[in-house]
């Protein structure tokens, strides 16, 4: 699940005069989509690796990718605008970009506190498997982390896991207990574009015969009080995600892309000494969310 892009492709990107993004609301706005579409597929084998993403991300057995856009990040520079179109210009191939958060930019930072909840997005300690807003009657249907900078000390591999395959692994009691609408996690506030709260929520929602959300953050365990039943359930399935899981480490300028209906994610803990290092050459990734046109076929 790891696309690397064309040396022709990645040649012609360089110079490509993508404009500034506009929102409407909280998503892309429509001109600025339809506008880095034609721009980006003037440029050769751009249509290509489009299919290629699209199909990794919602073809059979796929769920994920990781686009490889290193060397692109290297001569324009991973902070730069320029950079930053373009990575929107292929999120926007694979669906609508938008902000959840009113108060955030399109893309938001995550990067290293050490006196953070090291559990959180921007923690030093694990962050154990989850779904992006698992308690959004909508949550989005993509969730997307473009590596800025790796942990310089080799720690905060990403971790991700096939929920379906999962929960397959599972007994058909465990599975009734997470049909059932008893598990609750977080708060909900102001958010666009994400629907309602909801809570209580089950974990398989509507997800039993394979298909569905599975509505599941392991941090429910810690954090939220669960009946007895409902709770060894849910640690079953985060131990079976375990199991199945894989990982790597995100290089700069690699953009990993999570189709929310089929894969979970994490991240292991960051390696120890991160006090040590300068805020500005710890790890760095930038989060943006992903909305699916209606009836497309991702949210299987
Ligand atoms: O730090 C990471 O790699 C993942 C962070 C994450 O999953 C989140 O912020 O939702
Ligand atoms: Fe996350």
């Given at each position: 699940?790891?696309?690397?892009?064309?040396?022709?492709?990645?040649?012609?990107?360089?110079?490509?005069?993508?404009?500034?993004?506009?929102?409407?609301?909280?998503f892309l706005a429509e001109s600025t989509?339809?506008?880095?579409?034609?721009?980006?597929?003037?440029?050769?084998?751009?249509?290509?690796?489009?299919?290629?993403?699209?199909?990794?991300?919602?073809?059979?057995?796929?769920?994920?990718?990781?686009?490889?856009?290193?060397?692109?990040?290297?001569?324009?520079?991973?902070?730069?605008?320029?950079?930053?179109?373009?990575?929107?210009?292929?999120?926007?191939?694979?669906?609508?970009?938008?902000?959840?958060?009113?108060?955030?930019?399109?893309?938001?930072?995550?990067?290293?506190?050490?006196?953070?909840?090291?559990?959180?997005?921007?923690?030093?300690?694990?962050?154990?498997?989850?779904?992006?807003?698992?308690?959004?009657?909508?949550?989005?249907?993509?969730?997307?982390?473009?590596?800025?900078?790796?942990?310089?000390?080799?720690?905060?591999?990403?971790?991700?896991?096939?929920?379906?395959?999962?929960?397959?692994?599972?007994?058909?009691?465990?599975?009734?207990?997470?049909?059932?609408?008893?598990?609750?996690?977080?708060?909900?506030?102001?958010?666009?574009?994400?629907?309602?709260?909801?809570?209580?929520?089950?974990?398989?929602?509507?997800?039993?015969?394979?298909?569905?959300?599975?509505?599941?953050?392991?941090?429910?365990?810690?954090?939220?009080?669960?009946?007895?039943?409902?709770?060894?359930?849910?640690?079953?399935?985060?131990?079976?995600?375990?199991?199945?899981?894989?990982?790597?480490?995100?290089?700069?300028?690699?953009?990993?892309?999570?189709?929310?209906?089929?894969?979970?994610?994490?991240?292991?803990?960051?390696?120890?000494?991160?006090?040590?290092?300068?805020?500005?050459?710890?790890?760095?990734?930038?989060?943006?969310?992903?909305?699916?046109?209606?009836?497309?076929?991702?949210?299987?």
């Amino acid at each position: 699940m790891f696309i690397d892009i064309p040396s022709e492709l990645e040649a012609s990107l360089i110079g490509l005069p993508l404009p500034a993004w506009k929102l409407d609301g909280s998503f892309l706005a429509e001109s600025t989509m339809e506008r880095y579409r034609t721009e980006l597929t003037a440029a050769p084998r751009f249509e290509e690796t489009a299919v290629r993403l699209r199909h990794a991300l919602t073809g059979e057995g796929g769920g994920y990718a990781v686009l490889r856009l290193g060397s692109l990040a290297k001569v324009l520079g991973t902070g730069d605008d320029r950079f930053l179109r373009l990575v929107t210009g292929f999120a926007a191939e694979a669906a609508v970009p938008f902000s959840p958060f009113p108060l955030w930019p399109l893309w938001k930072d995550i990067g290293v506190k050490v006196d953070k909840d090291p559990g959180r997005a921007s923690g030093i300690g694990y962050n154990a498997f989850h779904m992006d807003l698992v308690n959004a009657t909508l949550p989005p249907d993509y969730t997307t982390l473009l590596c800025v900078r790796h942990d310089p000390l080799g720690g905060g591999l990403s971790i991700l896991s096939d929920a379906h395959a999962a929960v397959a692994r599972l007994s058909e009691d465990s599975r009734t207990l997470l049909a059932e609408t008893a598990y609750h996690y977080g708060n909900f506030f102001d958010l666009f574009g994400v629907g309602e709260e909801y809570t209580p929520f089950p974990i398989l929602d509507g997800a039993d015969r394979g298909e569905g959300l599975v509505r599941f953050t392991a941090k429910m365990l810690e954090r939220s009080q669960l009946g007895q039943a409902h709770a060894d359930a849910a640690r079953e399935l985060a131990e079976e995600l375990v199991r199945g899981q894989l990982s790597f480490m995100l290089q700069p300028g690699d953009y990993l892309i999570v189709n929310q209906h089929r894969f979970l994610h994490g991240r292991k803990a960051l390696h120890t000494g991160q006090e040590t290092l300068p805020v500005a050459d710890r790890r760095l990734l930038l989060q943006l969310f992903l909305r699916a046109p209606a009836g497309d076929g991702s949210a299987t």
